[in-house]
């Protein structure tokens, strides 16, 4: 979601500086055009030749935000 994309994306940086792992709560668009609410939590592994990959997992968390 445009107005959730700074932030996802400054954490997800920091996570590649500083070797740890996030979570985050924010919105996404479907490409149906739906947006949703997910929680996000990713691990920044780095491979053998040192190349940083992400390990991810997103849950939809609209209901329980909606709830809030």
């Known amino acids: 979601h445009p ?12 996570t590649k500086e500083l070797g740890y792992k996030i979570n985050s709560v924010h919105r996404i668009r479907k490409k149906n055009g739906e947006v949703i609410w997910v929680n996000l939590t990713a691990v920044l592994y780095k491979i053998e030749d040192g190349a940083p990959i992400y390990r991810a997992v997103e849950v939809d968390v609209t209901e329980s935000k909606n709830n809030e």
């Open 3 to 14: 107005d959730d994309y700074k932030n996802v994306m400054d954490k997800l940086r920091r």
